[in-house]
């Protein structure tokens, strides 16, 4: 079933409107699934109520995918912990745990402003993978802050696919809930690494930004 409307003149699908605040998200017609898709980026999350695929590819960074099957509403982050600056080690300290609170709380507080309800929330996470060859393991970093933050606030983890060498390719529906993962080969890994690389030595410089309550 398509998930847009197509102009029958141009036979072009017009993309409907994103909910406020995700006009940035770039956004795209995808003519093998015939479903609009939308494509998060390290650093961005994206929610809707529509029937859409969120897709996104990590190597050490995290996704959670949350959704109230009820409400009918749902999205995705992409996020990764920032390091220490010394040589390259990834320090446990307050401003990295403050960091992936920010992406998982923006993200779990959107779906509740759009009525989701705590209780109902289905959360699924991917990535984490052991890609930087650094000398602490980002990857892992990352995993483990995920699944402690979920335990604090007492929210159940009901699919993972977590850690490994592999690069992963995450198409979800929030919609249904279906997550289709496809690992990448050697030479995707490569390019990808290359670029988480570069996404953590610009957080290691960039401000973090204040707490967020939950609702």
Known sequence: MNCCVVNNETNQ????????????????WDRSSKCITARVLPGQYYLSNKDEIITTVLGSC???????????IGGMNHFMLPCGKNAGT??????AARYGGFAM???????????????????KLFGGGKML?????????NITF??????????????QDLGGT?????????????????????S?????????????RSLEQAPIEGEIDLF
């Not at 995290?62 to 009918?72: E, F, L, N, Q």
């Not at 990834?90 to 401003?95: G, L, T």
């Open 188 to 200: 995707q890994g490569i390019e990808l690494t290359r670029r988480e690389r570069e996404y953590l």
């Open 13 to 28: 699908p017009k993309l409907p409107a994103t909910l406020p605040g995700f006009e940035s998200v770039k956004r795209y």
């Open 105 to 123: 709380e923006h993200l779990i507080n959107d779906i509740l402003k759009y009525g989701g309800r705590r209780e109902r929330l289905e959360i």
């Open 133 to 141: 060859g650094l000398m602490a393991d980002v990857g892992q970093r």
């Open 62 to 72: 995290i996704s959670a995918c949350i959704r109230d099957p009820v409400a009918g």
């Open 166 to 186: 592999c690069s992963r390719k995450i198409n979800y529906f929030p919609r249904s809930g279906r997550v289709m993962v496809k690992k990448l080969g050697l």
């Open 146 to 159: 995920v699944k402690e933050y979920l335990q604090t606030e007492t929210l159940p983890i009901v699919a």
């Open 90 to 95: 990834c320090e446990h300290d307050s401003a």
